[in-house]
């Protein structure tokens, strides 16, 4: 019972907290199924009815379909090419010891200091001068770069906790330098893998500044969050589209967290222990 009064302002807190995420969350999903006049007449009042005419409007006049396939082709490769550079630079800096490594190491965590907008200018240039300006190819090749200081950062961490017997077992069995990354490093780094899938995810999917700039408004390349903001526009700012809209943008995300979410919770645990 002492125990129970001791954590009573903690349990309060935490549920006044779980509050202040629903009510925003409830307010934006019941949105989905209103029209403007119910949104500003009942803004809190659950919807009439469970109609998808808001979800259609939005699909059909936003091409959110093409939109969605453009951001899951810039996103998905956009990942494979970031784990194929991440992992084998993490592999490498995890088992090289001296200052040349620590030096790269500091390298990479430079890219934390750059802001996303501070390269705008030259990312544009770049663009134009590859011939690649208005396609969504220089996003794929872009984005990972924007990714890698923080892919690198997490996952060369996890690989300096893999034991050295580890290796050294695989070596005594004849496993080549790419078999032990292939056969050792990358299972047992699954749980910072998935982390670095996930937020680089978030972080792909939400792009907005340069898929605008780099790729444009064109309805055949632009990518979902491009779209979005377009439904205000073709439909005279209403709301209940808007919101359609944007709940169908995020059912990707939702997805994909749920799938990544066990293995990112295993990466926090493993990591508080190791602290």
Not at 68 to 75: E, F, G, P
């Amino acid at each position: 019972m002492k125990l129970g009064k001791r954590w009573l302002p903690a349990h309060i807190l935490v549920w006044a907290y779980a509050v202040l995420l629903l009510v925003p969350l409830y307010y934006f999903l019941a949105s989905a199924f209103k029209s403007n006049d119910d949104i500003f007449a009942h803004p809190f009042a659950p919807p009439s009815s469970l109609g998808l005419g808001n979800f259609r409007t939005a699909f059909d006049n936003g091409d959110l379909g093409l939109a969605v396939v453009n951001s899951a082709l810039v996103t998905v490769f956009s990942l494979v090419l970031t784990l194929l550079l991440a992992i084998p630079a993490s592999f490498a800096l995890a088992r090289t010891r001296g200052r040349l490594a620590w030096l790269i190491e500091k390298v990479f965590s430079l890219g934390f200091l750059i802001p996303t907008f501070a390269a705008l200018f030259p990312t544009f240039l770049l663009a134009a001068a590859t011939g690649l300006f208005h396609t969504r190819t220089f996003m794929v090749l872009f984005l990972p770069a924007t990714a890698l200081p923080l892919s690198v950062v997490i996952l060369v961490q996890f690989m300096r906790t893999i034991p050295a017997e580890m290796e050294e077992a695989a070596r005594l069995d004849g496993a080549s330098t790419f078999a032990v990354l292939r056969h050792v490093y990358t299972p047992m780094c699954l749980p910072g893998i998935a982390t670095v899938l996930l937020l680089n995810f978030l972080t792909f999917w939400n792009e907005y500044l340069y898929s605008l700039v780099i790729i444009g408004p064109d309805p055949a390349q632009r990518t979902v969050q491009v779209a979005l903001p377009t439904l205000k526009s073709i439909t005279g700012t209403d709301y209940g589209v808007l919101t359609a809209g944007t709940v169908l943008t995020l059912v990707p995300v939702w997805v994909v967290y749920t799938v990544l979410q066990k293995r990112m919770q295993q990466a926090l645990v493993s990591g508080a222990v190791k602290m």
